[in-house]
Protein backbone atom coordinates (compact mmCIF):
# COMPACT_ATOMS: atom_id res chain seq x y z
CA UNK A 1 0.00 0.00 0.00
CA UNK A 2 3.03 2.53 0.59
CA UNK A 3 4.63 1.91 -1.95
CA UNK A 4 1.58 2.27 -4.05
CA UNK A 5 0.92 5.41 -2.63
CA UNK A 6 4.31 6.41 -2.63
CA UNK A 7 4.15 5.60 -6.93
CA UNK A 8 1.34 7.92 -6.97
CA UNK A 9 2.98 10.53 -5.37
CA UNK A 10 5.88 10.64 -7.93
CA UNK A 11 3.66 10.39 -10.88
CA UNK A 12 1.74 13.63 -9.62
CA UNK A 13 5.33 15.29 -9.18
CA UNK A 14 7.09 14.08 -12.77
CA UNK A 15 3.78 15.73 -13.95
CA UNK A 16 3.85 18.94 -12.85
CA UNK A 17 7.76 18.65 -13.25
CA UNK A 18 7.34 17.82 -16.88
CA UNK A 19 4.41 20.47 -17.39
CA UNK A 20 7.03 23.31 -15.66
CA UNK A 21 9.96 22.28 -18.19
CA UNK A 22 7.15 22.95 -21.50
CA UNK A 23 5.62 25.57 -20.35
CA UNK A 24 8.58 27.46 -19.45
CA UNK A 25 10.52 26.48 -22.33
CA UNK A 26 7.00 27.91 -24.01
CA UNK A 27 6.75 31.49 -22.08
CA UNK A 28 10.20 32.02 -22.88
CA UNK A 29 10.15 31.49 -26.56
CA UNK A 30 7.29 33.60 -26.51
CA UNK A 31 8.42 36.61 -24.28
CA UNK A 32 11.79 37.40 -25.42
CA UNK A 33 13.17 40.23 -27.16
CA UNK A 34 12.51 38.03 -30.42
CA UNK A 35 9.08 37.82 -30.67
CA UNK A 36 7.74 41.03 -29.25
CA UNK A 37 3.46 42.17 -29.31
CA UNK A 38 2.75 43.89 -32.37
CA UNK A 39 2.84 47.59 -32.14
CA UNK A 40 -0.58 48.87 -30.47
CA UNK A 41 -1.65 50.88 -27.66
CA UNK A 42 0.60 51.00 -24.44
CA UNK A 43 0.16 50.04 -20.87
CA UNK A 44 -2.09 52.75 -18.89
CA UNK A 45 -0.98 52.37 -15.02
CA UNK A 46 -4.71 53.40 -14.25
CA UNK A 47 -6.33 51.01 -16.10
CA UNK A 48 -3.88 48.47 -14.90
CA UNK A 49 -4.61 49.59 -11.21
CA UNK A 50 -8.13 48.58 -11.64
CA UNK A 51 -8.14 45.52 -13.45
CA UNK A 52 -5.60 44.34 -11.07
CA UNK A 53 -8.00 44.53 -8.03
CA UNK A 54 -11.07 43.48 -10.25
CA UNK A 55 -9.26 40.15 -10.67
CA UNK A 56 -8.76 39.86 -7.19
CA UNK A 57 -12.38 41.05 -6.61
CA UNK A 58 -13.50 38.03 -9.57
CA UNK A 59 -11.62 35.47 -7.30
CA UNK A 60 -13.21 36.93 -4.26
CA UNK A 61 -16.45 35.66 -5.51
CA UNK A 62 -15.71 31.91 -5.93
CA UNK A 63 -15.01 31.62 -1.91
CA UNK A 64 -18.11 33.72 -1.40
CA UNK A 65 -19.78 30.94 -3.75
CA UNK A 66 -19.00 27.95 -1.47
CA UNK A 67 -20.13 30.41 1.57
CA UNK A 68 -23.54 30.58 -0.31
CA UNK A 69 -23.72 26.90 -1.13
CA UNK A 70 -21.97 25.30 1.76
CA UNK A 71 -24.73 27.43 4.07
CA UNK A 72 -27.59 25.82 1.94
CA UNK A 73 -27.08 22.51 2.23
CA UNK A 74 -27.14 20.07 5.15
CA UNK A 75 -24.33 20.30 7.62
CA UNK A 76 -23.37 16.64 6.92
CA UNK A 77 -22.36 17.86 3.23
CA UNK A 78 -20.87 21.30 3.98
CA UNK A 79 -17.25 20.88 3.79
CA UNK A 80 -17.57 18.37 -0.02
CA UNK A 81 -20.02 21.55 -1.38
CA UNK A 82 -17.60 24.26 -0.69
CA UNK A 83 -14.65 21.75 -2.07
CA UNK A 84 -16.01 22.01 -5.32
CA UNK A 85 -15.73 25.87 -5.70
CA UNK A 86 -12.08 25.47 -4.04
CA UNK A 87 -11.69 22.24 -6.73
CA UNK A 88 -12.29 25.26 -9.55
CA UNK A 89 -9.80 27.46 -7.89
CA UNK A 90 -7.32 24.78 -8.14
CA UNK A 91 -7.82 22.78 -11.26
CA UNK A 92 -9.23 25.33 -13.65
CA UNK A 93 -6.53 28.16 -13.21
CA UNK A 94 -4.10 25.12 -14.41
CA UNK A 95 -6.43 24.16 -17.22
CA UNK A 96 -6.62 28.24 -18.14
CA UNK A 97 -2.84 28.83 -18.16
CA UNK A 98 -1.91 25.98 -19.86
CA UNK A 99 -4.52 25.44 -23.05
CA UNK A 100 -7.51 26.71 -21.88
CA UNK A 101 -6.67 30.65 -22.70
CA UNK A 102 -5.49 29.73 -25.64
CA UNK A 103 -8.82 27.89 -26.65
CA UNK A 104 -10.48 30.89 -25.87
CA UNK A 105 -8.43 33.32 -27.00
CA UNK A 106 -5.87 32.43 -29.34
CA UNK A 107 -5.93 33.09 -33.32
CA UNK A 108 -9.37 32.43 -34.61
CA UNK A 109 -9.75 28.93 -36.32
CA UNK A 110 -12.41 27.12 -37.93
CA UNK A 111 -14.42 30.70 -38.69
CA UNK A 112 -14.75 31.62 -35.33
CA UNK A 113 -15.74 28.69 -33.07
CA UNK A 114 -12.45 28.15 -31.24
CA UNK A 115 -8.89 29.73 -30.77
CA UNK A 116 -5.84 28.16 -32.12
CA UNK A 117 -2.61 27.40 -29.84
CA UNK A 118 -0.63 30.02 -30.46
CA UNK A 119 -0.86 30.78 -26.25
CA UNK A 120 -0.45 27.53 -24.92
CA UNK A 121 1.75 27.67 -22.09
CA UNK A 122 1.11 31.17 -21.75
CA UNK A 123 3.36 31.98 -24.79
CA UNK A 124 3.87 35.14 -26.17
CA UNK A 125 1.46 36.49 -23.21
CA UNK A 126 3.49 38.94 -22.50
CA UNK A 127 3.78 41.17 -18.98
CA UNK A 128 4.66 43.91 -19.78
CA UNK A 129 2.67 45.14 -23.30
CA UNK A 130 -1.36 45.16 -23.80
CA UNK A 131 -2.55 42.54 -26.45
CA UNK A 132 -2.83 44.21 -29.43
CA UNK A 133 -5.98 43.22 -31.16
CA UNK A 134 -8.07 43.75 -28.11
CA UNK A 135 -7.31 47.83 -27.95
CA UNK A 136 -7.00 47.34 -24.38
CA UNK A 137 -4.37 49.63 -22.44
CA UNK A 138 -3.53 46.37 -19.14
CA UNK A 139 -0.78 43.96 -20.08
CA UNK A 140 -1.36 40.74 -21.96
CA UNK A 141 -1.00 38.95 -18.84
CA UNK A 142 -3.53 40.43 -16.99
CA UNK A 143 -6.19 40.26 -19.30
CA UNK A 144 -5.18 36.90 -19.17
CA UNK A 145 -5.56 36.78 -15.87
CA UNK A 146 -8.83 38.74 -15.18
CA UNK A 147 -10.22 36.54 -17.63
CA UNK A 148 -9.05 33.35 -15.90
CA UNK A 149 -10.93 34.32 -12.89
CA UNK A 150 -14.50 33.89 -14.65
CA UNK A 151 -13.41 30.52 -16.43
CA UNK A 152 -13.05 29.79 -12.65
CA UNK A 153 -16.23 30.55 -11.20
CA UNK A 154 -18.24 29.33 -14.15
CA UNK A 155 -18.29 25.70 -13.58
CA UNK A 156 -17.70 26.47 -9.88
CA UNK A 157 -21.91 27.57 -10.10
CA UNK A 158 -23.12 24.20 -11.37
CA UNK A 159 -22.21 22.45 -8.73
CA UNK A 160 -24.91 23.74 -6.88
CA UNK A 161 -27.47 21.42 -9.18
CA UNK A 162 -25.74 18.54 -7.86
CA UNK A 163 -24.92 19.00 -4.28
CA UNK A 164 -25.03 16.36 -1.49
CA UNK A 165 -24.75 13.59 -4.48
CA UNK A 166 -21.76 13.44 -7.04
CA UNK A 167 -18.12 11.98 -6.51
CA UNK A 168 -15.35 14.46 -6.23
CA UNK A 169 -13.15 12.62 -8.07
CA UNK A 170 -16.38 12.37 -10.76
CA UNK A 171 -16.31 15.95 -10.86
CA UNK A 172 -12.37 16.86 -10.96
CA UNK A 173 -12.51 14.84 -14.07
CA UNK A 174 -15.64 16.82 -15.77
CA UNK A 175 -14.06 20.02 -14.38
CA UNK A 176 -11.40 19.43 -16.72
CA UNK A 177 -13.14 18.25 -19.95
CA UNK A 178 -15.90 21.14 -19.07
CA UNK A 179 -13.37 24.13 -18.82
CA UNK A 180 -11.67 22.56 -22.31
CA UNK A 181 -15.00 21.87 -24.30
CA UNK A 182 -17.17 24.15 -23.37
CA UNK A 183 -16.64 26.84 -21.79
CA UNK A 184 -13.40 27.80 -23.77
CA UNK A 185 -15.33 28.12 -27.49
CA UNK A 186 -18.02 29.38 -26.12
CA UNK A 187 -15.65 32.45 -24.81
CA UNK A 188 -14.53 32.04 -28.22
CA UNK A 189 -17.64 32.75 -29.68
CA UNK A 190 -18.44 35.31 -27.79
CA UNK A 191 -15.71 37.45 -26.52
CA UNK A 192 -13.24 37.00 -29.13
CA UNK A 193 -13.14 39.55 -31.87
CA UNK A 194 -13.51 36.65 -34.81
CA UNK A 195 -15.68 34.83 -32.33
CA UNK A 196 -18.76 34.15 -34.89
CA UNK A 197 -21.63 35.26 -32.00
CA UNK A 198 -19.22 38.36 -31.42
CA UNK A 199 -19.44 38.77 -35.65
CA UNK A 200 -23.38 38.71 -35.96
CA UNK A 201 -23.46 41.58 -33.16
CA UNK A 202 -23.97 39.42 -29.89
CA UNK A 203 -23.82 41.22 -27.23
CA UNK A 204 -22.52 40.22 -23.61
CA UNK A 205 -20.95 42.52 -21.48
CA UNK A 206 -19.34 40.66 -18.30
CA UNK A 207 -20.41 36.86 -19.15
CA UNK A 208 -24.62 36.94 -18.88
CA UNK A 209 -24.02 34.35 -21.98
CA UNK A 210 -20.72 33.07 -21.29
CA UNK A 211 -21.05 32.10 -17.60
CA UNK A 212 -24.28 32.21 -16.74
CA UNK A 213 -25.71 30.43 -19.29
CA UNK A 214 -23.24 27.82 -20.23
CA UNK A 215 -23.13 27.16 -16.50
CA UNK A 216 -27.15 26.87 -16.01
CA UNK A 217 -27.95 25.17 -18.30
CA UNK A 218 -25.28 22.31 -17.54
CA UNK A 219 -26.41 22.51 -14.17
CA UNK A 220 -29.56 21.50 -15.67
CA UNK A 221 -28.26 18.64 -17.35
CA UNK A 222 -26.27 17.60 -14.40
CA UNK A 223 -29.24 17.87 -12.01
CA UNK A 224 -31.14 15.11 -14.86
CA UNK A 225 -28.13 12.93 -15.36
CA UNK A 226 -27.61 12.41 -11.34
CA UNK A 227 -31.29 12.19 -10.13
CA UNK A 228 -33.00 13.78 -7.57
CA UNK A 229 -31.37 13.76 -3.85
CA UNK A 230 -32.64 10.19 -1.93
CA UNK A 231 -35.02 11.28 -0.33
CA UNK A 232 -36.10 14.51 -2.27
CA UNK A 233 -38.39 15.81 -2.32
CA UNK A 234 -40.45 14.05 0.80
CA UNK A 235 -37.47 14.64 3.00
CA UNK A 236 -37.02 18.11 4.63
CA UNK A 237 -33.25 19.31 3.24
CA UNK A 238 -33.57 22.24 5.05
CA UNK A 239 -30.19 25.02 4.80
CA UNK A 240 -27.96 24.34 7.70
CA UNK A 241 -26.51 27.56 8.15
CA UNK A 242 -28.34 31.08 7.12
CA UNK A 243 -25.47 33.30 8.17
CA UNK A 244 -23.18 30.89 5.50
CA UNK A 245 -25.76 31.90 3.02
CA UNK A 246 -26.10 35.53 3.82
CA UNK A 247 -22.25 35.96 4.37
CA UNK A 248 -21.60 33.90 0.82
CA UNK A 249 -24.22 36.88 -0.85
CA UNK A 250 -22.65 39.16 0.85
CA UNK A 251 -19.44 38.71 -1.06
CA UNK A 252 -21.03 37.75 -4.70
CA UNK A 253 -22.73 41.27 -4.41
CA UNK A 254 -19.30 43.05 -3.40
CA UNK A 255 -16.94 40.73 -5.97
CA UNK A 256 -19.36 41.60 -8.48
CA UNK A 257 -18.16 45.17 -8.58
CA UNK A 258 -15.12 43.34 -10.66
CA UNK A 259 -17.28 41.08 -12.33
CA UNK A 260 -19.03 44.09 -14.59
CA UNK A 261 -16.85 46.85 -13.59
CA UNK A 262 -13.78 45.52 -14.62
CA UNK A 263 -14.79 44.11 -17.82
CA UNK A 264 -14.85 47.74 -19.02
CA UNK A 265 -11.06 47.03 -18.80
CA UNK A 266 -9.72 50.52 -18.21
CA UNK A 267 -10.78 52.91 -15.16
CA UNK A 268 -13.44 55.49 -17.17
CA UNK A 269 -16.88 56.19 -17.48
CA UNK A 270 -18.21 53.07 -18.99
CA UNK A 271 -16.65 51.20 -15.82
CA UNK A 272 -18.13 53.62 -13.63
CA UNK A 273 -21.63 52.72 -15.29
CA UNK A 274 -21.21 49.02 -15.08
CA UNK A 275 -20.59 49.13 -11.51
CA UNK A 276 -23.37 51.42 -10.88
CA UNK A 277 -25.50 48.95 -12.73
CA UNK A 278 -24.30 46.09 -10.80
CA UNK A 279 -25.68 48.13 -7.65
CA UNK A 280 -28.48 48.74 -8.61
CA UNK A 281 -30.18 45.90 -10.13
CA UNK A 282 -29.16 43.56 -7.26
CA UNK A 283 -31.03 46.25 -4.83
CA UNK A 284 -33.72 46.08 -7.12
CA UNK A 285 -33.71 42.32 -7.71
CA UNK A 286 -33.58 41.80 -4.04
CA UNK A 287 -36.66 43.94 -3.17
CA UNK A 288 -38.79 42.34 -5.95
CA UNK A 289 -37.80 38.58 -4.88
CA UNK A 290 -38.77 39.52 -1.12
CA UNK A 291 -42.04 40.95 -2.24
CA UNK A 292 -43.04 38.21 -4.34
CA UNK A 293 -42.77 35.53 -1.31
CA UNK A 294 -44.46 38.43 1.15
CA UNK A 295 -47.09 38.65 -1.11
CA UNK A 296 -47.68 35.26 -1.91
CA UNK A 297 -46.44 33.67 1.42
CA UNK A 298 -46.81 36.07 3.66
CA UNK A 299 -43.47 36.35 5.04
CA UNK A 300 -40.28 37.50 3.36
CA UNK A 301 -36.95 35.67 4.02
CA UNK A 302 -32.73 35.96 4.11
CA UNK A 303 -32.81 33.50 1.34
CA UNK A 304 -35.54 34.80 -0.53
CA UNK A 305 -33.53 37.97 0.06
CA UNK A 306 -30.15 36.52 -0.92
CA UNK A 307 -31.50 34.92 -3.93
CA UNK A 308 -32.89 37.49 -5.28
CA UNK A 309 -30.10 39.91 -5.11
CA UNK A 310 -28.31 36.76 -6.61
CA UNK A 311 -30.32 36.75 -9.40
CA UNK A 312 -30.58 40.11 -10.26
CA UNK A 313 -26.79 40.27 -10.77
CA UNK A 314 -26.71 37.44 -12.78
CA UNK A 315 -29.26 39.49 -15.05
CA UNK A 316 -27.75 42.59 -15.19
CA UNK A 317 -24.22 41.02 -15.96
CA UNK A 318 -24.88 40.71 -20.18
CA UNK A 319 -26.24 44.58 -19.91
CA UNK A 320 -24.48 46.42 -17.19
CA UNK A 321 -22.21 48.32 -19.75
CA UNK A 322 -25.05 48.88 -22.50
CA UNK A 323 -27.82 49.99 -20.45
CA UNK A 324 -29.01 53.13 -18.03
CA UNK A 325 -28.64 52.92 -14.30
CA UNK A 326 -32.64 53.44 -14.18
CA UNK A 327 -32.69 50.99 -16.46
CA UNK A 328 -31.07 48.77 -14.55
CA UNK A 329 -33.97 48.63 -11.84
CA UNK A 330 -36.14 47.03 -14.79
CA UNK A 331 -33.63 44.35 -15.75
CA UNK A 332 -32.75 43.65 -11.75
CA UNK A 333 -36.70 43.40 -11.17
CA UNK A 334 -37.82 41.39 -14.05
CA UNK A 335 -34.86 39.00 -14.19
CA UNK A 336 -35.44 38.54 -10.44
CA UNK A 337 -39.41 37.80 -10.93
CA UNK A 338 -38.87 35.25 -13.55
CA UNK A 339 -36.13 33.58 -11.38
CA UNK A 340 -38.26 33.04 -8.66
CA UNK A 341 -41.07 31.53 -10.76
CA UNK A 342 -39.10 28.88 -12.44
CA UNK A 343 -37.12 28.35 -8.69
CA UNK A 344 -40.84 28.06 -7.37
CA UNK A 345 -41.97 25.63 -9.79
CA UNK A 346 -39.32 23.39 -9.40
CA UNK A 347 -40.82 20.35 -7.94
CA UNK A 348 -43.53 20.65 -10.25
CA UNK A 349 -40.85 20.16 -13.40
CA UNK A 350 -39.75 17.32 -11.96
CA UNK A 351 -35.95 17.71 -11.35
CA UNK A 352 -33.50 18.10 -8.28
CA UNK A 353 -31.48 21.61 -8.70
CA UNK A 354 -30.72 21.19 -5.17
CA UNK A 355 -29.15 25.10 -4.95
CA UNK A 356 -30.67 25.98 -7.88
CA UNK A 357 -28.11 26.14 -10.01
CA UNK A 358 -30.28 26.30 -13.01
CA UNK A 359 -33.27 28.54 -12.06
CA UNK A 360 -30.95 31.20 -11.00
CA UNK A 361 -27.75 31.33 -13.30
CA UNK A 362 -29.74 29.78 -16.66
CA UNK A 363 -32.80 31.41 -16.48
CA UNK A 364 -31.41 34.33 -15.27
CA UNK A 365 -28.62 34.69 -17.68
CA UNK A 366 -31.39 34.28 -20.70
CA UNK A 367 -33.43 36.56 -19.41
CA UNK A 368 -30.54 39.41 -18.50
CA UNK A 369 -29.39 38.50 -22.21
CA UNK A 370 -32.66 39.22 -23.80
CA UNK A 371 -33.09 42.34 -21.66
CA UNK A 372 -29.78 43.53 -22.76
CA UNK A 373 -31.49 44.21 -26.52
CA UNK A 374 -34.39 45.26 -25.36
CA UNK A 375 -32.51 48.21 -22.76
CA UNK A 376 -29.72 48.86 -24.75
CA UNK A 377 -29.14 53.05 -25.25
CA UNK A 378 -28.20 54.73 -27.42
CA UNK A 379 -26.01 57.21 -26.00
CA UNK A 380 -23.37 54.30 -24.45
CA UNK A 381 -22.50 53.64 -28.25
CA UNK A 382 -21.85 50.21 -27.61
CA UNK A 383 -24.11 47.92 -29.58
CA UNK A 384 -23.92 47.85 -33.37
CA UNK A 385 -27.59 49.31 -33.71
CA UNK A 386 -26.42 52.12 -32.45
CA UNK A 387 -24.17 52.89 -34.60
CA UNK A 388 -27.06 52.13 -37.37
CA UNK A 389 -25.98 48.85 -38.66
CA UNK A 390 -29.55 47.22 -37.10
CA UNK A 391 -32.50 48.32 -35.98
CA UNK A 392 -33.04 47.82 -31.93
CA UNK A 393 -35.66 44.70 -33.01
CA UNK A 394 -32.96 42.85 -35.08
CA UNK A 395 -30.61 43.07 -31.66
CA UNK A 396 -33.28 41.71 -29.89
CA UNK A 397 -33.52 38.78 -32.20
CA UNK A 398 -29.88 38.17 -31.94
CA UNK A 399 -29.73 38.31 -28.41
CA UNK A 400 -31.96 35.81 -28.34
CA UNK A 401 -30.10 33.49 -31.41
CA UNK A 402 -26.89 33.55 -29.16
CA UNK A 403 -28.93 32.59 -25.91
CA UNK A 404 -30.71 29.64 -27.82
CA UNK A 405 -27.12 28.86 -29.91
CA UNK A 406 -25.52 28.36 -25.95
CA UNK A 407 -28.10 26.46 -24.32
CA UNK A 408 -28.09 24.17 -26.81
CA UNK A 409 -24.65 23.74 -27.21
CA UNK A 410 -24.44 23.83 -23.56
CA UNK A 411 -26.88 21.26 -22.98
CA UNK A 412 -25.72 18.78 -25.54
CA UNK A 413 -22.55 19.06 -24.97
CA UNK A 414 -22.47 19.28 -20.88
CA UNK A 415 -24.87 15.95 -21.17
CA UNK A 416 -22.31 13.82 -23.39
CA UNK A 417 -19.73 14.60 -20.93
CA UNK A 418 -21.33 13.74 -17.64
CA UNK A 419 -22.76 10.28 -19.65
CA UNK A 420 -19.13 9.64 -20.61
CA UNK A 421 -17.52 10.27 -16.37
CA UNK A 422 -20.07 8.29 -15.94
CA UNK A 423 -19.64 5.40 -17.60
CA UNK A 424 -15.68 5.85 -16.82
CA UNK A 425 -15.94 6.51 -13.11
CA UNK A 426 -19.41 6.85 -12.12
CA UNK A 427 -20.85 10.10 -11.28
CA UNK A 428 -23.05 9.60 -7.84
CA UNK A 429 -22.12 8.26 -4.51
CA UNK A 430 -23.25 5.20 -3.18
CA UNK A 431 -26.66 5.59 -1.11
CA UNK A 432 -25.11 4.78 2.05
CA UNK A 433 -22.75 7.52 1.14
CA UNK A 434 -25.91 9.92 0.95
CA UNK A 435 -26.69 8.91 4.62
CA UNK A 436 -23.55 9.56 6.25
CA UNK A 437 -22.43 12.76 4.23
CA UNK A 438 -20.26 13.34 2.03
CA UNK A 439 -17.72 14.73 4.03
CA UNK A 440 -16.53 11.85 5.94
CA UNK A 441 -17.32 9.59 2.57
CA UNK A 442 -15.56 11.63 -0.20
CA UNK A 443 -13.15 13.50 2.25
CA UNK A 444 -12.56 11.84 5.89
CA UNK A 445 -13.38 15.07 7.69
CA UNK A 446 -16.22 17.02 9.16
CA UNK A 447 -17.35 19.85 9.04
CA UNK A 448 -18.26 20.80 12.58
CA UNK A 449 -16.68 19.13 16.08
CA UNK A 450 -18.50 19.35 18.87
Known sequence: MR?????????????????????????????????????GPTVNAADTCWVLASTALVLFMTPGLALFYGGLVRAKNVLSTMMHSFAAMMVVSLVWVLWGYSLAF???????????????FLKDVSWDTPRSDLGVTIPHLLFCMYQAMFAIITPALISGAFAERMKFSSFAVFLVLWSTLVYSPIAHWVWHPSGWLAGLGVQDFAGGTVVHISSGIAALAAALVLGKRKGYPHTPMIPHSMPWCALGAGILWFGWFGFNGGSALASNGLAVVAFSNTHIAAAAAALAWFSAEWILRGKGTMLGLATG??????????????????????????????????????????????????????????????????????????????????????????????????????????????????????????????????????????????
Open 106 to 120: GEDLFGGVVGGFDHL
Open 3 to 39: SRTAARMLTVLCLFMGLGLVGVHAQEAGSGAASPEPP
Open 309 to 450: AVAGLVGITPAAGFVTPISAIFVGGITSLVCYFFVSKKESFGYDDSLDAFGVHGVGGTTGAILTGVFAYQPLGLALFLNGEISKGTLIMRQVLGAGVTILYAFVASLILLKVVDALMGLRVSPDAEDSGLDVDQHGEGGYTF
